[in-house]
Nanobody
Framework: EVQLAESGGGLVQAGGSLRLSCVSSGFNFEDFDIGWFRQAPGKEREWVSDINISDGSTYYADSVKGRFTISADKSKNTVYLQMSSLKPEDTAVYFC?????????????????????WGQGTLVTVSS
């Protein structure tokens, strides 16, 4: 059974940092691209970042570039999202996803329905 389990969300002040974790199981970690999407209240879900586990290539949305860093620990089947210089507009539920195809190819919300592997989400709230 494929499972993606996020953790690390919480309440933080603007300018602060948080690290999200996504532990995966039930599939061959190194064969996949794993990443993060987020959904703010009243808004569509958006792609944030992803990493190709095999070659380590990373990709970021413009809104988080320079502030967020994605990484992977193959020994733990875990992907991390280090978030720094957080802004109130980063407030959202953050979802981990996995796919054999690069997740940044799913930046159009209309394509999200094609993704089959999602975590349950973790809430990040950034106060001003």
């Amino acid at each position: 059974e494929v499972q993606l389990a996020e953790s690390g969300g919480g309440l933080v002040q603007a300018g602060g940092s948080l690290r999200l974790s996504c532990v995966s199981s039930g599939f061959n970690f190194e064969d996949f691209d794993i990443g993060w999407f987020r959904q703010a209240p009243g808004k569509e879900r958006e792609w944030v970042s992803d990493i190709n586990i095999s070659d380590g290539s990373t990709y970021y949305a413009d809104s988080v570039k320079g502030r967020f860093t994605i990484s992977a620990d193959k020994s733990k089947n875990t992907v991390y999202l280090q978030m720094s210089s957080l802004k109130p507009e980063d407030t959202a539920v953050y979802f981990c996803a996995a796919d054999p195809w690069p997740l940044h190819k799913y930046s159009d919300p209309a394509t999200h329905r094609l993704l089959e592997r999602w975590g349950q989400g973790t809430l990040v709230t950034v106060s001003s």
